[in-house]
């Protein structure tokens, strides 16, 4: 497995709604090593853009995070370039995590018109062949390898909205 990194460690979707800075990645992410990919993600919101530069910090912890405002607000993150991935880890605070309800929606897309919806089992459109959910953290790891430039996590609470926080996103190839 190799991680995409964004910037010096990984794709990151870790903002903070407050907009404080986050740490830079040494390449090396617990033992899995890293090499740069991409020129340079962008990083982008539909609400708090200024922190979504924080959302590519490689920080997995609650310290940095984004958080949206209102039902579909969203963070994406742009690779760069068409990138070939196996999985998605996304870090965030949402321990509750439901597959038929969620209040945070992952979707991928390879031009930023047309997404699909994944971290999910069975219904998303690029479900997942292994799901682990645990303590807010969500590993999917494709059925098959996925051509991408684009990440983005999408608010679908419609109570709440703010308490849901996305720390990381992290692509695997």
């Known amino acids: 497995m190799r991680l995409i990194p964004i910037v010096l460690a990984t794709l990151s979707l870790t903002a903070c709604g407050g907009g404080s800075g986050g740490s830079s990645g040494d390449g090396t992410i617990g033992t899995k090593t890293t090499e740069a990919v991409a020129t340079g993600p962008v ?30 607000d ?30 945070l929606v992952i979707e991928v897309s390879a031009d930023a018109q047309s997404w699909s919806r994944t971290a999910d089992l069975t219904g998303g459109d690029v479900p997942c062949s292994s799901l682990q959910l645990s ?12 051509t991408i430039r684009y990440a983005r996590v999408r608010v679908t609470a419609t109570e709440n909205i703010g308490l849901y926080q996305v720390y990381e996103v992290e692509a695997v190839q």
């Open 74 to 103: 969203a963070v994406t993150v742009d690779l760069g370039s068409l990138q070939s991935i196996n999985q998605l880890n996304v870090y965030t605070n949402n321990t509750g995590f439901s597959t038929t309800q969620p209040n």
């Open 43 to 72: 990083a982008t919101a539909t609400y708090d853009n200024d922190s979504a530069a924080v959302v590519i910090d490689g920080n997995t912890q609650p310290d940095t995070f984004w958080s949206g405002n209102i039902t579909d």
């Open 135 to 146: 303590g807010g953290t969500y590993r999917c790891t494709f059925g098959s390898t996925q």
